[in-house]
C-alpha cells in the first residue's frame, strides 16, 4: 500500500510514520481515530488514483482540512487513508465580471477574503474559524457564521464543484451561469455531506462587491429573554442586519476574563449588530434598530470608530475559547453546542438552555448566531470526571428534545460527523433512509469516511 501510494504521489507526500499519523488522529471535538497513512495530493488525478486503489483494497479515505470541525468529520475512526487537502490551496480564477471565483479545496476561509477584498468583492459566509478553516471544509459541512442572517448559508453561494467519486471517476456539478434549474441538485448534494460521499477539489463560488459602509450597535439587557424578544422584534419590524449575535452574561463575564479592555460591560446579556449597505440605508437601519430594542428595555450603543467596531466584534469571536476561563482546570467539551429554532421561539429557546443547565447542575454559557435562530451552547468539565459526563449527556437529550419538538435542527451549522449520528434517524424520520440508499448507492463499498453521519 505504501509502495502504490508513494508511485502516485511521490514519496514526499506520504507519511505513515506514527508521530506524523497522531497529529492526523483528532479535530477540534473530543473524537480520537487513528489513521495508516497520511497522503497530502496536488491534483484531482491524484486523488482519483488514491481512490481506485483505496477501492480494490477495502480501505477507507477520510478528507481532512484544517480540522477545526467540532464533531470528529475528518477523524479516521475507522482508520485507512487521510487525505490532507490543505496543499490544495489555490485560487484558480477570479471572475470578477460574473461575480465568481474558483477554488481549491484547501484556501483559508480569511485569506480568500483577503484577496477578495482587494477587488471590492467579499465571500459573505463567515464562520468564527476564519482564520483557521478552509473553505473546502466550510463547503463540506454545510457551515455558515455570522453573516448568514441577511446573506444566507455557504450552499447559497456554491455554484458548482468538481467531485472526486468512490469509484475514482471525476465528475463536474452545476455550472457557469447564475442559475440552473438541469437535473438534479448535485451540488447541493454534496454540500454538507462531509466527505462521505465524494472528495471536493474544486469549487466555483459567488461572490458579492464589498459594501459601502458599515456601523455596529451593542444593545444590553437585564435578561437573556429579553434580548430574544428584541431579536424577534427587530426582524418582525422588516430590518434584517447583516449579522446579529447574542452573548449572556456568563459569555460577556468569560471574555472580559480575557481581555477587560473590549468595552463589554457587565451586564445580563447583549446583542450585537452589524447593518451594512449605503450610508443613508445604514443611518436609517440603526435608528429602528435602536427603537426596537429600546422598547424591549434595552440599552444601545452605537460603536463611534472602526477601532470600536473590531473590539465589540473581538469579543463574540473569543467567546467559544474563552468559556474556561468561567471554570479553570476544566475543558470545553462539543455536546449540545449547535441548534437552530425559529426565529420566534428563541426567547423560549434561550429561557430554556438556562433552566436545562441548572436541572442538571452545569453551567450553561449561550452564544451564536441569534439572528437566524443558531444558538451555540457552552459547557466545560473534567473529562476524567464520569459523573459530569452523564451530565453534558442529559442537558445533551434534554436540550435536543425541545429543539425537535419546535420543528428545529439539531446541527445548524457545524455538521454531524461522529458526535451528532445516533439523532439522525429521529431527526429526519424516513429521510434518513433515502440518505443511506444515496449513500449505497454512490459508495457501494463505504470508503469515502465511514462511520460519520450515522452512514
Excluded at 393 to 416: C, F, M, N, Q
Amino acid at each position: 500500500m505504501l509502495e502504490e501510494l508513494r508511485t502516485i504521489v511521490g514519496p514526499d507526500r506520504v507519511t505513515c510514520d506514527p508521530g506524523e499519523l497522531y497529529c492526523y488522529s483528532f479535530d477540534s471535538s473530543y473524537v480520537r481515530g487513528h489513521a495508516d497513512y497520511v497522503v497530502r495530493p496536488k491534483s484531482a488525478e491524484e486523488i482519483a488514483e488514491i481512490v481506485k486503489l483505496a477501492g480494490k483494497l477495502g480501505v477507507p479515505i477520510v478528507p481532512r482540512g484544517s480540522a477545526s470541525g467540532l464533531t470528529g468529520g475528518s477523524v479516521p475512526v475507522k482508520g485507512g487513508i487521510v487525505l490532507d487537502m490543505s496543499g490544495m490551496n489555490r485560487i484558480l480564477e477570479l471572475d470578477v465580471e460574473n461575480l465568481q471565483v474558483v477554488i481549491e479545496p484547501g484556501i483559508i476561509h480569511k485569506d480568500l477574503n483577503k484577496e477578495l477584498n482587494r477587488h471590492g468583492f467579499f465571500f459573505p459566509p463567515d464562520p468564527g474559524s476564519s482564520d483557521m478553516c478552509t473553505v473546502g471544509g466550510l463547503i463540506a459541512n454545510g457551515g455558515s457564521g455570522m453573516h448568514s442572517v441577511k446573506y444566507g448559508t455557504v450552499k447559497d453561494y456554491v455554484l458548482g464543484l468538481e467531485v472526486v467519486l468512490p469509484g475514482g471517476d471525476i465528475i463536474t456539478t452545476g455550472c457557469k451561469a447564475p442559475k440552473t434549474s438541469s437535473g438534479y441538485d448535485l451540488t447541493r448534494l454534496f454540500v454538507g455531506s462531509e466527505g462521505t460521499l465524494g472528495i471536493i477539489t474544486k469549487a466555483r463560488l459567488k461572490i458579492h462587491p464589498l459594501p459601502e459602509a458599515r456601523s455596529i450597535l451593542m444593545a444590553t439587557f437585564s435578561s437573556i429573554e429579553d434580548a430574544g424578544k428584541t431579536a424577534v422584534a427587530v426582524l418582525s419590524s422588516g430590518v434584517i442586519p447583516a449579522a446579529m449575535e447574542v452573548m449572556d452574561g456568563s459569555a460577556i463575564k468569560a471574555v472580559k476574563e480575557i481581555d477587560s479592555t473590549l468595552g463589554v460591560p457587565d451586564v445580563e446579556a447583549m446583542l450585537l449588530f452589524e447593518v451594512d449597505g449605503y450610508r443613508e440605508s445604514v443611518a436609517r437601519q440603526v435608528g429602528l434598530i435602536c427603537d426596537a430594542c429600546e422598547r424591549c428595555g434595552g440599552s444601545t450603543h452605537v460603536a463611534k470608530d472602526e477601532d470600536e467596531r473590531e473590539r465589540l466584534w473581538s469579543a463574540r469571536r473569543l467567546v467559544g475559547v474563552a468559556i474556561t476561563k468561567l471554570n479553570p482546570g476544566k475543558v470545553r467539551v462539543y455536546e449540545a453546542e449547535d441548534i437552530g429554532v425559529p426565529i420566534k421561539d428563541v426567547p423560549f429557546m434561550l429561557r430554556r438552555i438556562q433552566e436545562i443547565g441548572r436541572k442538571h447542575g452545569l453551567s450553561l454559557v449561550t452564544y451564536g448566531h441569534i439572528g437566524d435562530g443558531n444558538l451555540h451552547t457552552g459547557i466545560a468539565i473534567d473529562p476524567r470526571n464520569e459523573e459530569e459526563w452523564k451530565k453534558v449527556h442529559a442537558v445533551k437529550d434534554d436540550i435536543y428534545d425541545v429543539v425537535l419538538s419546535l420543528g428545529g435542527t439539531l446541527p445548524a451549522e457545524h455538521g454531524i460527523g461522529i458526535i451528532r449520528a445516533d439523532y439522525m434517524a429521529r431527526a429526519h424520520g424516513k429521510g434518513f433512509e433515502v440518505m443511506k440508499a444515496i449513500k449505497k448507492a454512490i459508495d457501494p463499498q463505504n470508503i469515502m469516511n465511514p462511520g460519520k453521519m450515522g452512514l
